[in-house]
């Protein structure tokens, strides 16, 4: 049978692929999978950008969908606090990028390096994707310039990203001698999951009380009250008469050697663990690429198809993005994941965007067996996203807490399955 030139590259082509998304980081070099068709390249396969390459192939399976992820496989944070008191375990958050695979997601375990919004090019190794269109979800980055001796975050653990962090914090917290102090810092507003740190606390605190009563959990939190669902977590933290929380109580420096945070104020705080949570700003890739806003911390977008602002057929969700009324949560990233492929959709077969608002509900964990949700409403009024209620649940329970697990399973196969 005669081969045809057309045939044999695009052959070529295949098994190229194939290759590199087996990991051949050497062959990524000049344009190493050249685009047929219409192509979209997410980059970041985490709440966000991993939805959005699902419901592209799910919407018109005739999208080529390119899904640039370093890690090997997904871990979340939702729950990733419940490690940290041994009621999980992180394999039990750690899903397989297969599911997308099936969908014909092409998923390349590599980071976007730079982004060329003028020639719509991604560089990847050495090389580079071309795309039609582009969806950047790389969630957070962290500011460690604004605490003194944190350098470049070297010896800082903030388990703020599920992975070995998390488990690193695990260890610390469950081999720490009975009558240790625990120190916890929060970070100014705006950052991932404004109930995080406060669903942590209760968690150590819960850790503590059941197997370290001696031991004492202090919070420095740089703001002024608990952030999100702050009663019901006041009501919690009855049952915790070992938590010190100490409002506007910013850390500005850590000294490691002497185990020391020091607030703005000049408080110095002794530890013995110390979970720094810093300061945070959009993913590197995304400010880098001129993505930022004014600010150059957050990426201002369309409220109805997450074009960014700053360059065209760029679309940026999750949390890396700002100017919304929404928290920077996993709910409202796998929300504007699917909103933007949709829209990603339409706009590639020349149709006008359909205005979706998010929604958004957000469990905490209180204790081992108890929890507490906030249910965000949204509508889109004048091309902008508004909110139109927010409800809390009365009172922590453990029917919430299981109501949480239910959510958990079907957002993570809404997601990757
Ligand atoms: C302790 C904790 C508890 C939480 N609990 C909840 C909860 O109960 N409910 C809830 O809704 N939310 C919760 N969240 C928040 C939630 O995890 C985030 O809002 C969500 O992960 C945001 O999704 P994202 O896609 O923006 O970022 P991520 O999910 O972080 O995904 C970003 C991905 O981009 C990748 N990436 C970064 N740079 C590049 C690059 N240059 N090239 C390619 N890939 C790149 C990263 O590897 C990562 O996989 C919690 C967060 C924490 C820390």
Not at 151 to 170: F, N, P, S, Y
Not at 209 to 214: R, S, Y
Request: positive net charge; contains cysteine.
């Amino acid at each position: 049978m005669r081969v045809t030139r057309r045939q044999f590259l695009r052959t070529s082509t295949a098994a190229l692929g194939v290759g590199l998304l087996g990991g051949c980081a050497a062959a990524m070099q000049g344009d190493f999978m050249p685009k047929g068709g219409k192509r979209v390249v997410v980059v970041g396969g985490g709440w966000g950008g991993a939805t959005a390459a699902k419901y592209l192939r799910l919407g018109d399976p005739s999208i080529e969908v390119v899904l640039l992820e370093p890690n090997k496989e997904f871990i979340s944070c939702p729950f990733s606090n419940l490690v940290l008191s041994g009621v999980r375990t992180l394999p039990s958050l750690t899903i397989s990028y297969d599911g997308l695979r099936a969908h014909g997601v092409k998923v390349l375990h590599a980071p976007a390096v730079a982004i060329e919004p003028e020639i719509q090019r991604v560089r990847v190794g050495e090389g580079f994707l071309q795309y039609d269109r582009l969806i950047v979800s790389p969630g957070v980055d962290f500011i460690f310039e604004q605490i003194d001796g944190a350098g470049q975050g070297e010896r800082v653990v903030h388990a703020w990203k599920a992975g070995d962090q998390t488990v690193t914090l695990a260890h610390q917290l469950q081999s720490m001698p009975d009558g240790d102090v625990f120190v916890l810092t929060v970070p100014p507003v705006a950052f991932r999951c404004p109930p995080g740190p406060y669903e942590r606390t209760s968690q150590i605190a819960w850790y503590l009380k059941t197997n370290k009563p001696k031991s004492k959990l202090i919070v420095l939190d740089a703001n002024q009250n608990i952030v999100s669902k702050t009663g019901l977590f006041r009501a919690a933290w009855k049952a915790y008469p070992n938590i010190d929380y100490r409002a506007s109580n910013k850390v500005t420096k850590v000294d490691f050697g002497e185990r020391v945070v020091t607030t703005e104020f000049g408080d110095r705080v002794k530890f013995d663990v110390l979970n720094l949570i810093p300061p945070q700003r959009a993913g590197a890739i995304a400010l880098r690429s001129g993505l930022g806003g004014d600010d150059q911390r957050w990426c201002p977008v369309d409220h109805v198809t997450y074009e960014s602002t700053k360059a065209r057929n760029i679309h940026v969700i999750g949390d890396a993005t700002t100017g919304l009324p929404v928290p920077k949560s996993g709910n409202v990233a796998n929300s504007m994941g699917k909103i933007t492929a949709h829209a990603v959709t339409r706009l590639l077969a020349g149709k006008p965007p359909v205005p979706m608002p998010p929604g958004n509900t957000c469990y905490s964990w209180v204790s081992d067996r108890e929890a507490i949700a906030v249910v965000n409403a949204y509508k889109i009024e004048n091309n902008k996203v508004v909110q139109i209620e927010q409800k809390l649940t009365p009172a922590q329970s453990p029917q919430v807490a299981q109501n949480a697990v239910g959510w958990a399973q079907s957002i993570w196969h809404d997601m990757l399955g």
